[in-house]
């Protein structure tokens, strides 16, 4: 069973900076291009950073471009998101998303909720 | 970056009633990359279509994708509805960066 599980979410103060994680299984996770997605909640989800299965070709948003870095730990299972000079625009559920061989997104984590607020 | 808009905005039927949800993008859709997903509240996206119009596996068959020659114009349709139904569905295009979805459709039961 494909599982992806997101942690490190929580409230920041705006400025601030925060590392998401999700650990993947039930999967070969290095074969699998990943993506970050978020979402406002009642609003749609914002597609954020993907990243190639040997970590390469990673690709950004242009509004998280220079802030955010995607980083993957293949021995791990795990993809990370690092977030810098967070603003409240940056307030959402935050999912880790695994792409299928169509390239489509297949699975989606449960999300972490990050909270950018003073 | 391609707007997809998403129409309607709500839609209120009945269960066993036939729901058909649009999805308009502001270009080309190249190689059919539009997808449809299903969110009921407090969860995560789920896939129900790829490829405009492929159910992967354990989608039940009532729901079904179609797209026109254009590439420009997307519908979902849910043939019978089911009470688990009624939620919020978002149509995604993955064939260029930045990916974008949907604002989204709610489908209430009237």
């Known amino acids: 069973e494909v599982k992806l599980v997101e942690s490190g979410g929580g409230l920041v103060q705006p400025g601030g900076s925060l590392r998401l994680s999700c650990a993947a299984s039930g999967f070969t996770f290095s074969r699998y291009w990943m993506h970050w997605v978020r979402q406002v909640p009642g609003k749609g989800p914002v597609w954020v950073s993907r990243?190639?299965?040997?970590?390469?070709?990673?690709i950004y948003a242009d509004s998280v471009k220079g802030r955010f870095t995607v980083s993957r730990d293949n021995a791990k299972n795990t993809l990370y998101l690092q977030m810098n000079s967070l603003r409240a625009e940056d307030t959402a559920v935050y999912y880790c998303?695994?792409?299928?061989?169509?390239?489509?997104?297949?699975?989606w984590g449960q999300g972490t909720l990050v909270t950018v607020s003073s | 970056e391609i707007v997809l808009t998403q129409s309607p905005g709500t839609l209120s039927l009945s269960p066993g009633e036939r729901a058909t949800l649009s999805c308009r993008a502001s270009?080309?859709?190249?190689?059919?990359?539009l997808a449809w997903y299903q969110q009921r509240p407090g969860q995560a996206p789920r896939l129900l279509i790829y490829s405009t119009s492929t159910r992967p596996t354990g989608i039940p068959d009532r729901f079904s994708g179609s797209g026109s020659e254009t590439g420009t114009d997307f519908t979902l349709t849910i043939s019978r509805l089911e009470p688990e139904d009624f939620a919020v569905y978002y149509c995604h295009q993955y064939t260029s960066s930045p990916y974008t979805f949907g604002q989204g459709t709610k489908l209430d039961i009237k």
């Open positions: 998303a695994r792409v299928g061989v169509g390239f489509e997104i297949d699975y």
């Open positions: 270009q080309s859709v190249r190689s059919s990359y």
């Open positions: 990243i190639q299965g040997d970590g390469g070709n990673i």
